[in-house]
Nanobody, 125 residues
Framework: QVQLVESGGDLVQAGGSLRLSCVASGSILRFNDMGWYRQAPGKQRELVAEMHKESATTYSDSVKGRFTISRANVENLKSLNTVYLQMNSLTSEDTAVYYC??????????????WGQGTQVTVSS
């Protein structure tokens, strides 16, 4: 099994910054991708940013230029499956529960998907 532990959510004023962390641990064979999704009250869960193997990244249009996803130093094997989300210039529209999602390759070549419990980000205007 794999566990995802998120941290970094908080209450922040508009224009401020936060950094979210997601650490995956457990029976991990090979990294495929890790990313962040968010869900605001009354809305569907949406992709925020994703880090793929070979460090390719995907961002939603609403966060491009403000948010940056990164992966821990891959030379440090103990931190290999850790991703961060640096969020700058936050607005009230960014208020949501942020969830970490990770997918890892299995021995059979398939993908196992895991979700964290979520961390609350609240931006006050």
């Amino acid at each position: 099994q794999v566990q995802l532990v998120e941290s970094g959510g908080d209450l922040v004023q508009a224009g401020g910054s936060l950094r979210l962390s997601c650490v995956a641990s457990g029976s991990i064979l090979r990294f495929n991708d890790m990313g962040w999704y968010r869900q605001a009250p009354g809305k569907q869960r949406e992709l925020v940013a994703e880090m793929h193997k070979e460090s390719a990244t995907t961002y939603s249009d609403s966060v491009k230029g403000r948010f940056t996803i990164s992966r821990a130093n891959v030379e440090n094997l103990k931190s290999l499956n850790t991703v961060y989300l640096q969020m700058n210039s936050l607005t009230s529209e960014d208020t949501a529960v942020y969830y970490c999602r990770a997918r890892f390759r299995t021995h059979s070549g398939g993908l196992d998907e895991y979700w964290g419990q979520g961390t609350q980000v609240t931006v006050s205007s």
